[in-house]
């Protein structure tokens, strides 16, 4: 905020900032702030008898940073005037959708208990700054009149029937759900204040105030729903509110004579009453999580606007017409391989099941990724395999580094580039059809345009750069519509052939700062090249499940998108954030969430993670409106997404993969069923008759041995020490001759738990002097020894508490996507649970393959009090050889079995010691591998339990730990 000086104008105080030609200058008759530039956002307020003249301006930053900066440099103590600067904002009217709609799920419901005020059952509020116990106890009426009189109080919180007092919130306090307890939350459009103190204002999130519906200065009588104008009224509060608030998400306003003049010098207790209406903002459905990221990319994007332009038209005009020859036909290309496998068999067979008849090719990258028995799998679907390495070099498929870290973004464009199919479906792996999408090709509208994209809940911000790249667009007046989400995508090559070539040329570094993956790229490749695209008008509808059925939390969690054809219909379940059904049958997409009409404006919001009982997160979007969410009526609900019978299909499809297949708990599968069976009997035979003829040639096993292979006619008895349990497991399953003894953990796993302390920073703290005095000290003793870390390293999958050890309410705890923190930072929620932990409260979170590498932790309140976060993949150590985990032949420890042919020093090792740490890379239960050589083949185990010691093994072997930080 930019303020008035409490003296008077001429003697402002501020600060100065200068580089190269810029600068920032004081004068006696206010601040300005200039610079050379070819744009520049002038702020013009004027008060009778002062002024405030900014003029802020720069080549490269977004208008909004240029604001933030203005904010950061000039402040002063308030007393006569408060002055925000209005920016510009464009409005814009988001096009949503409209689907049948069920009755809504019951919800705990809120109690208006006066206009402007409404008070939540169930919700507790944190970080309170003062707490009051009314004469005759706290109840919702006396805790709301205690908060009336206190000009800072935004909310105030109280446990009714209780001896427990009034607590009092400003507008930055967080709240959930808490049983027991009760909120009353004040409505920020309307309110008043008496003379010498000041008025906040503001609207929710990603809406602005468009409107002064009342204002009055003097003796303004009525409450928020029928305010008018007393007997003292000074004729100039309407215009002054206008000009300090229109336009912006929030404005302070001082009730002063200064500001409104006075109306009635006798009147001594005047007043200010203001009602303002708000509208959303052109950056109501931006990315706010990828923006916090990107947007330390914009300044230099800025600076290669003219070399990108040239280097991508320079690759549009050298690129080759298009072979018509060489592509025909219409499929569906699927991007899988490894982990990506089995839900594209289980989309595979739902497909088929639906009656599709169309061609499918699976794309993967290298042999490791589509193995023989991988290949049976598939074919009984008549499905074709491509290897991208046949296609082309290892230059072109290095992977990308993003947000989420190193990542492979350009397969998809690959994929459509060399698929010797004309008309193609692009679809995600975890992306699966309500029916046969065949009849998408046959639209008339598809086959006249030549591609049709599917919109994504998010639109690309017009202050990224990327547009000026692109070029072409009037920033100021053009609705630039919905990203892309690329789990779908239906084109002809014969018309977007330009097109394709350079989603595959955009798909790179410089690129990946400005777009969040892939899937924009082809977007802006599109309206780069000038061709044609439809945009699906119906918007994807966030489909999950309810916390409360899982958890102690309460709330809507969409892990899905339910995309539609052209004619509004459901028709994919992008089921992105559950890769797998992690909730049981029947649970998982149970309920949708969607606006009461076409007429509301709707946002996907990330918020805290549904935490399952086996301690994972699953991460969760919510969709809300653009009404203030603890005042007004919603205006999205909650209905029965009415997919019961696609998630029948589903696990139906998914339950029928043999286990094992793709890292499951399995003995080989690789031949059919019957034919394997027909061979162990055969087996089984000979080998009876073989052990009577042999018994007394074959190894004996000792009395601490047991037999871990019986023999057969042309090999040995296998004989393994039986195993001894450690201090720290449990005996499950005595030896016998044949068997091992079976030793569990007493404990299960727990989280890696971090305790988060307060102290100053030390002279040697990198930030000493930056921000905040105080900074976080962490933890990995159980709280004996504090230490400053300006980088914490964490691994994906991994669940780790961080533990408040009596952190005070002046420093909540959150993890960000920015390095500051502070209030105006927003925190990072997916995976996450209890942001803002105070007092002895934790946080906890599980990093997920979509978690940014970069993450920070910081304090809600103050900036500068933490550090960075590294997240990495997993790593692997290898163990000492000829040696086993005690828990090594415990089915209840193995997750999965890997199988091959081959020994310890044959090449297969390699490849099934790298497929066994991809299959425990993606599983969060998984800590360690056993892969041993026997009979010619190689096996491996995934292990969920790898506690005791070391045990000698007779057997040719390896034990490999999973790494975590």
């Known amino acids: 905020r930019v303020r008035l000086a409490e003296e008077s104008a001429t003697r402002a105080r501020g600060c100065g900032w200068h580089s190269g030609g810029n600068g920032a200058h004081l004068r006696p008759s206010g601040v300005s702030i200039s610079a050379p530039t070819n744009r520049s956002t002038q702020f013009r307020k004027r008060l009778p008898g002062q002024r405030v003249h900014i003029s802020v301006s720069s080549r490269a930053m977004p208008r909004y940073t240029l604001r933030m900066w203005a904010v950061i440099l000039f402040a002063a103590t308030l007393s006569k005037a408060a002055v925000i600067p209005r920016g510009s904002h464009q409005r814009m009217q988001s096009r949503l959708f409209a689907s049948s709609k069920t009755a809504p799920a019951v919800r705990s419901s809120p109690q208006r208990i006066s206009p402007g005020y409404r008070a939540w059952p169930n919700r507790r509020c944190a970080d309170h700054y003062r707490e009051e116990t009314p004469v005759g106890g706290a109840t919702i009426t006396s805790c709301l009149e205690v908060c009336r009189q206190d000009e800072q109080c935004a909310k105030t919180t109280l446990r009714p029937n209780s001896t427990s007092p009034c607590y009092l919130f400003d507008t930055k306090a967080s709240c959930t759900a808490a049983k027991g307890w009760s909120t009353v939350f004040t409505d920020l459009r309307c309110g008043r204040t008496g003379v010498g103190k000041v008025l906040e204002l503001g609207c929710p999130f990603g809406t602005y105030i468009s409107e002064i519906k009342f204002a009055s200065y003097g003796t303004p009588v009525g409450d928020c729903s029928n305010m008018s104008i007393g007997s003292c009224h000074s004729k100039s509060s309407q215009e002054i509110v206008s000009d300090l608030c229109v336009g912006e998400n929030t404005c302070t306003v001082a009730a002063s004579g200064e500001v409104f003049g006075d109306p009635c010098p006798a009147t001594h207790n005047k007043e200010l009453a203001v009602h303002v209406s708000c509208e959303v903002g052109p950056d109501f459905n931006e990315d706010t999580y990828f923006n916090a990221w990107s947007l330390r990319h914009w300044a230099h994007a800025e600076t290669q606007i003219e070399p990108r332009v040239e280097e991508w038209t320079s690759f549009m005009k050298a690129l080759p017409d298009f072979p018509s020859e060489t592509f025909s036909g219409r499929g569906i290309v699927i991007v899988a391989g490894g982990k990506y496998l089995e839900p594209a068999l289980v989309m595979i067979k739902m497909l088929r099941q639906l009656g599709c008849t169309l061609r499918i090719q699976v794309w993967h990258l290298g042999q490791h990724e589509m193995t023989a028995a991988h290949r049976a799998l598939l074919q009984p679907y008549s499905v074709e395999t491509r290897n991208f390495e046949d296609y082309v070099g290892p230059e072109a498929l290095t992977p990308i580094e993003a947000n989420v870290g190193l990542r492979l973004f350009q397969l998809k464009p690959l994929a459509l580039l060399h698929s010797d199919l004309n008309e193609i479906l692009l679809l995600d792996s975890d992306n699966c059809p309500i029916r046969d999408p065949s009849y998408l090709f046959d639209d008339s509208e598809f086959q006249r345009i030549g591609t049709a994209f599917w919109p994504d809940f998010w639109k690309t911000s017009t202050q990224n750069p990327i547009w000026k790249i692109i070029g072409g667009f009037d920033l100021d007046t053009a609705d630039q519509g919905w990203e892309q989400e690329s789990g779908q995508l239906l084109l002809k090559k014969s018309v977007a052939w330009t097109a394709i070539n350079l989603a595959v040329h955009l798909n790179s570094d410089f690129y990946m700062k400005l777009l969040n993956g892939d899937k924009d790229t082809f977007r802006f490749s599109w309206l780069a090249a000038g061709i044609p695209f439809i945009m699906i008008p119906t918007w994807p509808t966030p489909v999950g499940t309810l916390k409360e059925l899982h958890s102690t939390d309460v709330g809507f969690c969409g892990h899905t998108m339910l995309q539609h054809d052209f004619a509004g219909r459901a028709l994919f379940v992008h089921h992105n954030q559950l890769k797998s059904g992690l909730l049981a049958e029947g649970a998982n997409f149970q309920y949708a969430k969607s606006p009461i009409s076409t007429n509301h404006h709707a946002k996907a919001v990330p918020v805290l993670g549904l935490q399952l009982p086996n301690r994972t997160v699953l991460s969760c979007l919510d969709l809300r409106g653009a009404e203030d969410p603890n005042i007004d009526d919603p205006t999205c609900f909650i209905h029965d997404s009415g997919l019961e019978e696609f998630e029948s299909m589903y696990f139906d499809a998914k339950n029928s993969i043999p286990l094992g297949s793709f890292g499951d708990i399995t003995p080989k599968q690789q031949k059919g069923v019957i034919e394997a069976t027909g061979r162990r009997l055969k087996a089984q035979a000979q080998e009876a008759a073989a052990i009577r003829l042999r ?85 990995r003793d159980g709280g004996t020894t504090y230490i400053e870390e300006p980088e914490l390293r964490l691994t994906r999958l991994r669940t780790y508490e961080f533990v408040m050890d009596d952190v005070s309410q002046e420093h909540p705890f959150m993890l960000t996507l920015d390095d500051a923190g502070g209030w105006s930072s927003s925190p990072y929620l997916e995976g996450v649970v209890g942001s803002g932990a105070t007092g002895t409260q934790s946080l906890t979170v599980t990093p997920g393959y979509s978690t940014p590498a970069r993450l920070y932790y910081q304090s809600h309140k103050e900036s500068h009090e933490g550090g960075a976060i590294a997240v990495a993949d997993p790593t692997y150590a290898i163990l000492p050889s000829d040696n086993r985990f005690s828990t090594a032949y415990s089915a209840r420890a193995r997750l999965f079995e890997l199988t091959a042919p081959g020994s310890m020093e044959s090449a297969t090792r390699l490849a099934l010691k790298e497929s066994c740490e991809r299959s425990c890379g993606i599983r969060a239960d998984c800590v360690g591998m056993f892969m041993f050589e026997m009979r010619a083949e190689l096996t491996c185990y995934g292990l969920s339990d790898i506690s005791g010691g070391l045990i000698r093994t007779s057997l040719r072997s390896i034990s490999i730990r999973k790494m975590v930080a």
């Open 695 to 779: 018994r007394g040639t074959n190894t004996t096993c000792t009395p601490e041995e047991f037999e871990l292979v019986s023999p057969t006619v042309s090999t040995d008895r296998v004989c393994e020490h039986i195993t001894t349990c450690s201090a720290d497991q449990i005996v499950t399953t005595s030896p016998t001759s044949t068997s091992d003894r079976i030793c569990e953990a007493r404990n299960a796993p727990m989280a890696t738990r971090i305790f988060v302390n307060v102290g100053p920073k030390s002279s040697g703290h990198p930030l000493l002097g930056v921000g905040s005095d105080s900074t976080f000290l962490l933890s």
